[in-house]
């Protein structure tokens, strides 16, 4: 059973363009979570999705970022005109349905977004 | 809102020795508790839970973490310390009482075993 799957692993884009990171679940799984990493700081949330909805976007910037999962295909986080600020490692994690949280989320290797 | 603490940004322990880490949350009501380790330019791998039941719980790799309530601790023990176990190590909280299933982690401690 293959894990949770991110692409790309590494990204860099210039001042202004659009980034978009692509994340498969592992099989089974139908909750995905984006977490945003900073250099040497812990993992911050962003989103929460379910198969065609945003179940908690607390955290996401209100401006320039979105986040999609479709009914087919991966989750999709998009940032639109990025700023240097956003160089950071992304990562996703997934976890099979469930009524509570205590189901373990399982996470990808990241996409390591560098800004220049 | 949660907050996770972690004392230590780095610890450094021989080969052998104990390995203690401590996380320190603060909530009004008892979270669920993960522990997850991350080696470089890697994901973060979960090491043990804690959501109820019996507070000592066991993870992978020899590790294990006792919760405290009366403490609000969740720190994470192994008596010997091996090289493989260098890595970065992240206490995580969610929240049960409000549906959440976002996860909270601490900043972080860094293990260095040394030979």
């Known amino acids: 059973n293959a894990g949770v799957m991110q692409n790309p692993r590494h990204l860099v884009r210039r001042r202004g363009q659009e980034a978009r990171l692509r994340c498969s679940p592992m099989k089974g799984h139908s909750h995905v979570y984006w977490y945003r990493q900073l250099p040497e700081e812990g993992l911050k949330f962003m989103v929460y999705?379910?198969?065609?909805?945003?179940?908690?976007e607390s955290g996401m910037p209100k401006e320039r970022f979105s986040a999609e999962f479709p009914k087919e295909g991966p989750s999709i986080l998009r940032i639109q005109q990025v700023v240097r600020g956003d160089s950071a490692a992304y990562f996703c994690a997934s976890s099979p349905p469930g009524l509570d949280g205590t189901d373990t989320q399982y996470f990808g290797p990241g996409t390591r977004l560098t800004v220049l | 809102a949660q907050s996770v603490t972690q004392l230590g940004s780095h610890v450094s322990v021989s080969e052998g020795a104990l390995v203690l880490l401590r996380c320190n949350y603060s909530s009004s009501v008892p979270p669920y508790l993960f522990w997850y380790v991350q080696y470089p330019n890697q994901g973060l791998q979960l090491l043990l839970k804690?959501?109820?039941?019996?507070?000592l719980v066991k993870g992978i790799n020899g590790f294990e973490a006792e919760f405290k309530k009366s403490e609000t601790s969740f720190h994470l023990t192994k008596p010997s310390a091996h090289m493989s176990d260098a890595a970065e190590y992240f206490c995580?909280?969610?929240?049960?009482?409000?549906?959440?299933?976002?996860?909270?982690f601490g900043s972080g401690t860094r293990l260095q075993v040394q030979p």
């Open positions: 804690y959501t109820t039941g019996a507070t």
């Open positions: 999705l379910q198969k065609e909805n945003i179940i908690d």
């Open positions: 995580a909280v969610s929240d049960p009482g409000t549906g959440r299933r976002a996860l909270t």
